[in-house]
């Protein structure tokens, strides 16, 4: 997370899991997704490295990568994976709380990794809107409370 920042990494997260779908299409589970087998390349892209223990793809093995994923977007946010996938900080309205309930979510009902890295970037697009949305918000209340103070200050003039 740090030397991403966490806004871009969720973004690059999201481009990891569709190597990860392109992987699982082409019939194999990587097997062994962790903070180990993930460099970051000098445009500041994920690379999903050691496939060492790559296998056939089964349902169990497609399940166990999407659980390592959802593990991966919990420690880029926390620093540590939690035991318990309910991390108590995924109640903030943040970016990191983002990726910790998106982790959550993948840990605990995991689907595919395609669908996984749709959410990733519809996150990331609804950080942007929200972002753009509150400074909007900001403005209009200066605006409305500098208009307030005129009109006060004509009326007791």
Excluded: K
Aim: glycine share 8%; hydrophobic share 50%; with cysteine.
């Amino acid at each position: 997370g740090d030397r991403l920042g966490l806004a871009p990494a969720l973004a690059a997260m999201a481009e990891l899991c569709e190597a990860l779908a392109e992987l699982h299409a082409a019939g194999f589970a990587h097997g062994d997704l962790s903070p180990a087998n993930v460099m970051i390349d000098g445009q500041g892209r994920m690379r999903l490295v050691d496939y060492g223990l790559s296998r056939p793809l089964t349902p169990e093995l497609e399940t166990a990568d999407l659980v390592r994923a959802g593990e991966l977007l919990q420690w880029i946010a926390l620093g540590f994976v939690p035991r318990d996938p309910r991390h108590p900080r995924m109640l903030l309205p943040t970016v990191r709380a983002t990726m910790i309930r998106i982790g959550r979510d993948c840990r605990l009902w995991p689907t595919n990794a395609h669908h996984l890295a749709s959410r990733l970037l519809r996150a990331e697009w609804s950080h942007e809107q929200r972002r753009v949305w509150i400074l909007g918000a900001a403005v209009a209340a200066l605006v409305t409370t500098a208009l307030l103070v005129a009109r006060l200050t004509r009326l007791q003039a």
